[in-house]
């Protein structure tokens, strides 16, 4: 009688075949083979371990302190800076120029400010289109104070990727108390202090690109370093700095990889059970994914850990 295929065995019949050869359980290559595709860039899963086979992601994702801690950081600096606006005591003029700023862009006009100057075009001034997001806000609540608003909201934000990204690479522990420290860290608090610039943009967007980085998603950490171009005309390099340590990164670890597969490094028939099992897995991601399945992780937990 001819034993009946697991369906694991269906699925990765080369994983199967080697373990028949090598004398192994057959389990053993099939999980290799369900790992390597996970992890494989070439079965669409841009070098990382999917977070549902990935038990410090996939706590990371599960715990709400770093939304609690975000909460909390949000509280404590709008109540700064809306006290320091109910007093009428700025830091400097740029809440008042901003204000002008982005009301022109709620009306769909020129963005001609007249703090600065009598018909000074502010994008002649600097590149800041982005900051254009709060004028639908502005336009339903015409006031200082949403600005101030959304620049504290972004401030807070940031605090998710950089605690989760912490949590998958140090335990959810230290993931928690880094968010917090970096939530009221001497960065943050100055800019808020600064009662509003453009640059509190690329805070979440420079949090997301490198939280990403760091969990091996460069697709992510690109898709959320570009935006940064729209946020000040300098971010540009930023950008580019950002694109050649993806670069470094990225070769080190094929180098890593190339070492890790010379067949020399192990028996002769340990590799070839591998390498068979690795390349059905592999091509039954591929299909997988043609067909259509899910990749199992949200734009959130794609785009950072």
């Keep these: 009688m001819v034993p009946a295929m697991q369906p694991d065995e269906r699925r990765h019949p080369g994983a199967a075949a080697a373990a028949a050869e090598t004398g192994g359980p057959q389990g053993a290559p099939v999980m290799a083979a369900a790992r390597d595709t996970a992890a494989s860039p070439q ?13 410090p992601r996939r706590a990371a994702a599960r715990d709400r302190v770093p939304w609690l801690i975000a909460l909390v950081v949000f509280a404590a600096y709008l109540t700064i800076s809306g006290y320091r606006l109910w007093r009428l005591d ?5 809440l008042g120029v901003f204000t002008e700023y982005v009301k022109q862009f709620a009306h769909v006009r020129e963005p001609i400010v007249d703090v600065r100057g009598p018909g000074f075009n502010m994008l002649g001034d600097h590149f800041d289109p982005i900051v254009a997001l709060i004028a639908p806000f502005f336009r339903l609540f015409p006031l200082p104070l949403t600005l ?9 934000v940031s605090v998710i990727p950089v605690s ?28 808020v202090n600064y009662d509003f610039h453009e640059i509190a943009f690329a805070v979440p967007l420079l949090a997301f690109s490198l939280s990403a980085l760091v969990c091996g998603r460069r697709r992510g950490a690109a898709l959320w370093a570009l935006p940064l171009v729209f946020v000040k005309e300098d971010q540009g390099f930023t950008v580019a700095a950002i694109g050649i ?6 070769r080190g670890q094929h180098q890593a990889e190339a070492r890790s597969e010379r067949p020399e490094s192990r028996g002769d028939h340990q590799a070839d059970g591998e390498h068979t099992g690795r390349m059905d897995g592999e091509h039954s991601g591929r299909a997988d994914k043609q067909a259509g ?9 794609w785009a950072s850990c």
């Design 43 to 55: 079965a669409g899963g841009s070098g990382a371990i999917a977070p549902e086979d990935d038990p």
């Design 90 to 94: 700025p830091t400097s003029w740029d």
């Design 148 to 156: 101030l608003v959304a620049q504290v909201a972004l401030a807070a």
């Design 164 to 191: 989760r990204a912490a949590a998958v690479k140090l335990g959810t522990g230290a993931g928690r108390a880094i968010g917090a420290a970096y939530g009221f860290s001497w960065g943050l608090q100055q800019m």
């Design 245 to 250: 340590l993806m670069i470094i990164l990225a």
């Design 293 to 301: 399945q899910p990749a199992a992780r949200g734009w959130f937990g």
